[in-house]
């Protein structure tokens, strides 16, 4: 009866968020007031579930990509709005969905929860992670007779399309790589490949196989270093105690 109470309860806690989940993935497709209301709306529901309480990095990161949304809207510059409208509407979803799982926690362990119902209850909030399979190397070939001592013509290697994340590693800095993009800034396009398994770009776990997409055009690259300055993240002297003010 324990775990059908506790499935209820995750039901319960989820299914109002499907009408905002399923209707973020529309985004792209709203004029730009309507994804600017959305933003809103997401983010008045982060700040009624106790976002800045449970889940304080989201909700300000949340808010930081709606206020810089909303100025470049004002500007008239709504593709770059568009981007930000969503991240900030994202961010907030996950900043709901975290509060909520949080609360729940603290009420059932207020409860009195047995120890071994309490542990059983934190697993299951643990992501599980499936470690990846490694490839089995063939034996070394022999070594090769002395050939020509004239230097052989480079061979130039063939970009990296995935990567392993090491710990105290961010987007940012995996981007920096010389073997990724070598620019810090160009994170979002990591962000948008992985969405499947990073909810927040500030979130990522050593062990975790990243996509590194390949072929953009200038224009692209040029989109995702915008977006990055917008946003805010990973920028030097960035202060995340300190919450810009919403424009009216």
Not at 53 to 67: G, Q
Not at 70 to 75: A, M, N, T, V
Not at 115 to 133: C, E, F, G, H, M
Not at 134 to 163: G, I, N, Q, Y
């Amino acid at each position: 009866m324990p775990s059908v109470a506790r499935r209820l309860s995750c039901q319960r806690i989820l299914l109002p968020l499907a009408v905002l989940v399923i209707t973020s993935l529309h985004g792209c497709s709203l004029a730009p007031q309507a994804e600017l209301k959305q933003a809103r709306e997401a983010f008045r529901l982060t700040q009624q579930e106790a976002g800045p309480r449970y889940s304080p990095e989201l909700t300000r990161a949340a808010k930081r990509a709606l206020v810089k949304g909303r100025l470049l809207y004002d500007q008239g510059r709504h593709q770059s709005s568009a981007r930000l409208l969503e991240l900030a509407q994202q961010l907030s979803l996950q900043a709901v969905i975290d509060s909520r799982l949080q609360h729940q926690r603290l009420l059932q362990l207020q409860g009195g929860l047995h120890a071994s119902r309490r542990a059983d209850w934190i697993l299951q909030l643990q992501p599980v992670v499936t470690p990846p399979t490694l490839p089995v190397l063939p034996p070394p070939a022999p070594a090769a007779p002395a050939a020509d001592p004239r230097p052989a013509a480079s061979v130039s290697k063939a970009p990296v399309t995935e990567h392993r994340v090491r710990d105290g590693e961010t987007l940012s800095s995996i981007a920096a790589q010389r073997s990724v993009y070598g620019d810090g800034l160009l994170w979002p396009l990591l962000y948008r490949a992985n969405r499947d398994q990073i909810k927040d770009p500030r979130q990522i776990y050593p062990g975790q196989i990243l996509t590194i997409p390949r072929g953009q055009s200038a224009a692209d690259l040029e989109n995702a270093r915008e977006t990055a300055r917008q946003s805010g993240l990973f920028l030097p002297g960035e202060n995340p105690a300190q919450e810009p003010r919403l424009s009216k």
